[in-house]
């Protein structure tokens, strides 16, 4: 079980708040975070209430203030534990459209670059076989960030997405 503390100040100062486990809304234990301390397992943190807006994934570490996760402002509303096993599996199958239209591509390792191995960087839907993945708008896993469990989603905006593009995907392992 994953253990995170979050702190009003910079450098782990101010009223706290420590969790292990999942949090939709923070709001009413902090009234902003500027620094968070990671004790064990790897959480995503959310700009918003109930796992919306921006996300930042964090491993057991020190965050002394928000621009160490590459945040923009001291907000971040809910967190939830990604479970990790080691050695599991990986897989998910991505579509060009939605509901699972479309060609079918599937991946059981990181893609750097969505356009050079499928010709198309649109994923408008998927299914999670297995692991939880990372997508980011832009390749090289860079821009926004959208964590995707287990499970699945008949379109983008069931992941979050502000649109469908999709740079670039990486697996969550525990290292």
């Known amino acids: 079980m994953g253990k995170i503390i979050f702190y009003e ?15 939709s809304d923070m709001l009413c234990y902090l009234s902003c ?11 995503m943190i959310y700009e918003q209430p109930h796992y919306k807006g921006q996300q930042f994934l ?3 570490g020190e965050y002394p203030d928000f621009k160490s996760w590459l945040g923009k402002n001291d907000c971040v509303c809910s967190c939830c ?15 060009e459209r939605m509901e699972y239209g479309g060609q079918m591509m599937a991946l059981v390792d990181d893609c750097p670059n ?20 990372l997508f980011f708008e832009q390749s090289n ?12 989603y008949t379109r983008f905006t069931e992941w979050g997405g502000l649109s469908a593009r999709v740079g670039s995907i990486k697996r969550i392992t525990d290292n």
């Open 114 to 133: 969505v356009m050079d191995m499928f010709q198309t960087n649109h994923i408008f839907s998927c299914k999670v076989i297995s692991g939880s993945w």
């Open 81 to 95: 534990e990604i479970p990790m096993t080691q050695g599991s599996s990986h897989e998910v199958k991505l579509f």
């Open 9 to 23: 100040d910079k450098n782990f100062a101010g009223h706290q708040y420590e969790c292990s486990g999942d949090c």
């Open 33 to 43: 975070c500027n620094s968070i301390m990671v004790k064990s397992g790897c959480f």
């Open 141 to 152: 896993y860079k821009g926004r960030m959208y964590l995707i469990r287990p499970g699945e």
């Open 58 to 60: 964090l491993r057991k």
